[in-house]
């Protein structure tokens, strides 16, 4: 009787540890992100490097993320906007995306501050990006305020 035990004890381990090993074996595989996962990283991506390309008035690879059929008089304004700013801070805060078979709107709000001759330019604002569905995402218009046009944002009340 001892002996039957002592193998049902052997027999009930062997059995926990085949069931946990194949367990875990099962758990390690890597789950596929979904083709929206995907494209909705990658959308973010470029918003992110929109963002630090301003801030950094690195205009050539600004513009690698913008569309080329975006117009003419937006490029200048971005130019212009870093050209003319000793430094630039923005931050940019995504707040939904809605995405078609053809492209993405985001939904966002930003901060921004442009630093000009020492004074100091603030604003803030509500926006909608609109951007291609490539591989890498590619922006195609903007809707409301714009934060990369620093004169279309009003100056900030001087100190008295």
Known sequence: MRLFLIKFKLIFLISILLFVIS??????????????IVRIKAILNSVTKLQDKYKGKDFTDFMAI??????AS???AVEKAMTESD????????????????SARVNLHWEGTWKKGGKPINNNGNSVFA????????????????????YSI????SER
């Not at 367990?23 to 929206?36: F, G, R, Y």
């Open 74 to 76: 937006f490029k200048n």
């Open 131 to 150: 951007f291609s569905n490539e591989a890498e995402p590619k922006l195609t218009g903007i809707a409301g305020s714009n934060p990369f046009e620093l």
């Open 87 to 102: 430094e630039i801070d923005l931050a940019i805060y995504v707040d939904r995306i809605d995405m078609d078979k053809d």
């Open 23 to 36: 367990a875990s074996a099962s758990c390690s595989k890597a789950v596929k992100p979904s083709e929206d």
């Open 154 to 157: 009003s100056s900030a009340p």
């Open 66 to 71: 913008i569309s080329p059929k975006y117009n």
